[in-house]
């Protein structure tokens, strides 16, 4: 296993990911942007999953601009789609793309900080669904399709969220890791294999960062860009059998970058 730096400095080699189809969810902005910039960058067409349908596009403009393979867009509340809108998604992943190959499970939704005994049951309902329930129903739609891929990978979002005033978003996040690990059990095996991981990047200079810590200078914290190293290396087979790591990174340097750009 490759140590904190390794992994924030590993670059692939070109077209790793060739040919590979990758699903990345919250892709319009953040880390969701970085990664799949980088993952199309190294050969592997990307499915733009978002709600922001303006802030997909531009993304896609991004890639299309910088001559990588040609993305998809899936736009998709995640807050409101159902099980069989999940179907119908995996269903088109085989029918257009030929399947799939990997799946970061990346789109957040962190409403508010706020005491426990003041949630009320309509932000607590939105706020599972989208960091929790959501991601169930992406893959289980989309295990089949992983099942059938040479090489598959599911990589989490993580965050530290087990403290006060998080949550539903805590609780969500801490469900997340529960299902990151039991999925892991399932399919660490020598038949059907799939490479399970999660990063937690600690604090970015996201718009979710930035909505939720209005008083903090964002100048000190670290581009989204300086962490696609690890995501890079879980995805691709550089990785191999390693499964079921949970990396944590602690605050970046605001000037840290990534050995590739």
């Given amino acids: 296993m490759k140590t904190n730096q390794e992994l924030l400095n590993y670059c ?10 990758i699903l990345v969810t919250g892709a319009g902005s953040g880390v969701g942007r970085a990664i799949s910039l980088a993952y199309a960058r190294f050969g ?6 978002g709600k922001i349908l303006k802030d997909l596009e531009y993304v896609y403009d ?48 962190l409403p508010a900080f706020m005491p426990f005994k003041e949630y009320d049951v309509e932000t607590w309902s939105k706020t599972l669904s989208v960091n929790l329930h959501a991601n169930f129903l992406i893959t289980q739609s989309c295990l089949p399709l992983l099942e059938a891929s040479k090489d598959p990978a599911i990589i989490f979002s993580a965050h530290d969220s087990l403290k006060a005033y998080n949550g539903a978003f805590g609780i969500a996040k801490a469900g997340t890791q529960a299902m990151m690990d039991i999925l892991t059990d399932e399919y ?5 294999f799939i490479r399970i991981n999660s990063i937690d990047t600690g604090p970015l200079r ?33 990785a191999d059998k390693e499964t079921g790591h949970k990396v944590t990174f602690e605050k970046l340097p605001a000037d840290a970058k990534w050995s590739g750009e």
Wanted: hydrophobic share 40%.
């Fill in 62 to 109: 991004e890639i299309e601009a910088a001559g990588y393979p040609e993305p998809a867009i899936y736009p998709l509340n995640m807050e409101g789609a159902t099980a069989k809108d999940y179907h119908d998604m995996a269903t088109t992943f085989t029918d257009k793309l030929g399947g799939l190959d990997g799946i970061v499970l990346n789109a957040g939704w």
């Fill in 44 to 49: 592997a067409t990307i499915v733009l999953l």
């Fill in 206 to 238: 996201t718009q979710m960062r930035k909505s939720n810590y209005p008083g903090e200078d964002m100048s000190t914290l670290a581009l989204p860009e300086s962490v696609v190293g690890p995501y890079l290396y879980f995805m691709g087979p550089d």
């Fill in 12 to 21: 692939p080699k070109a077209q790793l990911l060739k040919d590979r189809v």
């Fill in 188 to 192: 660490d095996l020598d038949e059907n």
